[in-house]
Each structure stands twice: as structure tokens, then as C-alpha cells.
């Protein structure tokens, strides 16, 4: 596999040759708008209504709107300029533990490698002491011109490197309001706890399957084939209104299937 990047991971005035990987193949199917009459794809042109004309590449410029009429044009010289973090370098600012990192700040997912034999002690010795510290390390870095937090964490003989979303990104739990205050039946408390006993299991990743993706392909082949494919719609279950009788309904169901 070929690496995303490729530079250096800064740790104080240690500075080790790496490399990263993708963690996650986003294996979504996709599909090609095209002209139903001939077959060829759909081309989408930067058309200026004003005028009337179809531009190139240098025609084009990057503008911030300040309001509907009114816009500064910014060039890539000075977006450029304006870079807080290095683009060759991932550099630790801190350590930190890992619980203290909310779930809803993770982004995307990447694999962390030393560059070369001689980046591999000084790597090797981080990932050793990291996990006996019980650490994860707290990094920036500016990749493809954007700049991104990282959470640096020692996952089977490298750094699972996920990027963060910014504190700004987030919208806070404390904004959307729920009222939990009310008291609880006990005999659904009881209810809720057995039904959850009996659709426990151990987690499988090999389960975690895009079935719908795979009906896609199914679907494809078959017209390959000049077949027909139907998937026969699931039956809608009976809506239980009553919060006893669909506990008691879901614990009957979940000791069926199993």
C-alpha cells in the first residue's frame, strides 16, 4: 500500500523518519451519472452565468464572502503564509490519557510507520514507554494543506493516528437540551436490563458487513447476466405502543433468534 505521507514525527528534539497509512478503506459503491442515449459520462463545466462563458483553471480564483454582494479574493500564495504547523512534520505538543478525549472528537483513523531501519529505536522506544506510561500523544501537522490535531496512540507495533475534529467543529451536548429528570417504573427498569442481558454478545468486526452494498453488486451482476434480481421487502413489524408490552415483545423476539 502506498503511503499518504511521508515526513517526520517531532517529539521535543527527537525528530524520527515516518510514514502514513490509511486505517480505513471507505469501500461506499459509487455511480457515474451518463447521457442514457450514448453512454458517456456526464461532464460538469465552470460555467460563469454572468458571462455566459465556460472558464479555465486560471480564470478561477478563491473568494470569502463577506455578504451577498461584497467578497475578498485570496490567492494560494497567501493561504500559504498563513500555515501554524509544519507540512513535513507531525509534532507531539503534549501527552496525554486517552479517556480524557470524548468519542465525538475522533475523525478519521491512520496507521503511524517508522521511515527506515534507522527511524525504528527511536520509534520503538516512544511506543514502549507510551504504553507503560499509559499515554497517547497530542500532535499537529498541516498534510494537503489543511492543518489537523492528531491523538497518536500505540495499537499493535505502531501509532493508530486518529485526527480530531476542532473544538469549534463541535457542537456541545449541554446545547441540545433532554429532560431525564422523571422517574422510572421499576418494572421496566427490570425489563430494560433483561432485555439488554440477552442481546449481549462479544463485539466481531467481521459482523460489521454494508449489506446494502452488497445488494448493489448482487443487482449488478444480474443485469450483467440479463437476469432480474429482487430482494423481497422486509415484513414491517406490528408497532407495540404500550413501553411494557415492547420490552416484553423485544425479550421474546431476541430469545427466539438466538
Not at 179 to 205: C, M, Q, V, W
Amino acid at each position: 500500500m502506498k503511503a499518504l505521507w511521508s515526513g517526520f514525527l517531532k517529539i521535543g528534539l527527537v525528530t524520527i523518519p515516518v510514514r502514513l497509512y490509511p486505517a480505513v478503506i471507505k469501500r461506499a459503491i459509487s455511480f457515474h451519472l451518463v447521457h442514457k442515449t450514448c453512454g458517456s459520462r456526464i461532464k460538469y463545466l465552470k460555467y460563469c452565468p454572468r458571462c455566459d462563458k465556460t472558464l479555465t483553471d486560471e480564470e478561477i480564483a478563491r473568494a470569502y464572502f463577506l455578504d451577498k454582494e461584497h467578497y475578498v479574493l485570496v490567492s494560494d500564495e497567501e493561504l500559504a503564509g498563513l500555515k501554524q504547523a509544519s507540512s513535513d512534520t507531525i509534532e507531539v505538543e503534549k501527552f496525554i490519557d486517552e479517556k480524557e478525549v470524548p468519542q465525538v472528537y475522533y475523525a478519521d483513523a491512520y496507521y503511524l510507520f517508522p521511515e527506515g531501519q534507522n527511524a525504528t529505536e527511536a520509534f520503538l522506544l516512544f511506543y514502549q514507554a507510551m504504553l507503560r506510561k499509559g499515554k497517547a500523544a497530542l500532535a499537529r501537522s498541516v498534510i494537503r494543506q489543511r492543518e489537523y490535531p492528531f491523538l497518536l496512540r500505540p495499537y499493535q507495533g505502531k501509532f493508530l493516528a486518529s485526527t480530531l475534529y476542532f473544538y469549534q467543529d463541535i457542537i456541545q451536548a449541554e446545547d441540545l437540551q433532554v429532560d431525564l429528570s422523571s422517574k422510572l417504573d421499576p418494572r421496566y427498569l427490570e425489563l430494560a436490563e433483561h432485555l439488554i442481558e440477552t442481546l449481549s454478545g462479544n463485539f466481531n468486526p467481521q459482523e460489521l458487513e454494508d449489506h446494502y452494498a452488497q445488494a448493489v453488486m448482487k443487482l449488478v451482476e444480474a443485469k450483467v447476466r440479463g437476469e432480474k434480481y429482487e430482494v423481497k421487502a422486509a415484513e414491517e413489524k406490528t408497532r407495540v405502543i404500550n413501553l411494557m408490552e415492547a420490552l416484553e415483545a423485544s425479550i421474546k423476539a431476541s430469545k427466539q433468534a438466538a
